[in-house]
């Protein structure tokens, strides 16, 4: 279970099929009704309260010279209820770190945050009979800190911006054609093309911007780590799985995103490309020819049209350098 998608609809089972301690029950049916939040294609906004609402309930409860893992073990104790306590206390844990981000100016949007200290899936990861259970419980850490997820929504409405600013270019709709033809000629058309492969390119980069913008402003959006680089994530940007992970939403995995970007364009607005490389992996089924850090130049020798027109690094700079936020040194440093 290393999907985010397989671990929500692992949880949306929980509340579906399992009952909690009798209180908590109570609560989690009609002041939370948290089962309405798992919807059929993601996290229902109507709902979007209750995570916190959780969360002040065990806070609330914790005060009372308790440890968050003892009132969670508590809570998913019921030995009437069909399942284990084990899934029950993940799935109670699994909310209590999601969070609906939202910032002034920007997006909202689904983060789920686990602790640092879980090294696989919520539900593998916390396993054990109640007192070890208790203990991973515990962990409250979180991978990411509060305003690192206010990046997130801020840089999901540049990527929106710029997004849209792709496709009213591309459709001709604004900006002169000369100018977009040459940004096209300058990310994507190695020594041999032609108008034809102008054309062509010109068709597909609008056709992708199209859903590109359509799931930057999804709001069922989220954006959470990938587990399975939790021990080596200081060597990955983010990911996404090629034509989305059939969940019925946008996931997105943000790993060093918001530590580790350099250059003089801007952490925002680089934070902006990461997230439009990724979107066309999951709306485009693009793929990780080559990365900025070899140069994303053109050339029938390194990085043919064939190529680049499907790497996902020349749709997020194409994007960048055509909406106007990529700095000339960071174009050159990049290209070359």
């Not at 440890?67 to 399942?83: D, L, Y």
């Not at 459709?171 to 000369?178: E, F, L, N, T, V």
């Not at 399975?228 to 034509?243: E, L, M, P």
């Amino acid at each position: 279970m290393v999907k985010f998608t397989e671990i929500y609809n692992k949880a949306k089972a929980v509340l579906a099929g399992q009952s909690f301690e009798k209180d908590w029950h109570a609560f989690l049916t009609t002041e939370c009704k948290l089962a309405q939040l798992f919807g059929a294609d993601g996290f229902d906004v109507a709902h979007s309260q209750d995570p916190e609402r959780v969360r002040r309930r065990l806070r609330e409860l914790s005060k009372w010279n308790k440890k968050i893992g003892t009132v969670i073990v508590e809570a998913a104790t019921n030995p009437a209820s069909v399942g284990s306590i084990n899934d029950r206390a993940a799935t109670l844990k699994m909310v209590r770190h999601l969070y609906r981000v939202s910032k002034k100016g920007a997006q909202e949007v689904w983060v789920y945050s686990p602790p640092k200290a879980y090294t696989k899936p919520i539900f593998e990861e916390l396993s054990g009979d109640a007192k070890a259970l208790a203990s991973k419980l515990n962990s409250e850490q979180r991978i990411f800190s509060s305003k690192e997820m206010g990046w997130m929504a801020s840089a999901l409405a540049v990527a929106l911006k710029i997004a849209e600013d792709a496709k009213a270019k591309l459709s001709g709709a604004s900006g002169k054609q000369a100018d977009t033809d040459a940004m096209i000629q300058r990310w994507f058309l190695d020594e041999t093309c032609g108008a034809a492969e102008l054309a062509d390119a010109k068709a597909k980069l609008l056709a992708g911007f199209q859903k590109i913008a359509v799931a930057c402003a999804s709001n069922k959006l989220v954006f959470t780590d990938y587990v399975d680089w939790i021990k080596t994530r200081n060597k990955y940007f983010g990911a996404a799985f090629r034509g989305g992970e059939g969940g019925g939403f946008p996931v997105i995995y943000l790993e060093g995103a918001f530590t580790r970007l350099t250059g003089n364009t801007g952490k925002l607005w680089l934070c902006a490309e990461t997230i439009i490389h990724e979107f066309s992996h999951h709306e485009v089924h693009t793929r990780d020819h080559r990365y900025d850090s070899s140069g994303l130049k053109p050339a029938t020798a390194t990085l043919s049209y064939a190529k680049a027109i499907e790497n996902a690094d020349s749709w997020g700079y194409f994007a960048l350098d055509l909406a106007g936020y990529l700095s000339a040194g960071d174009r050159t440093k990049v290209l070359y």
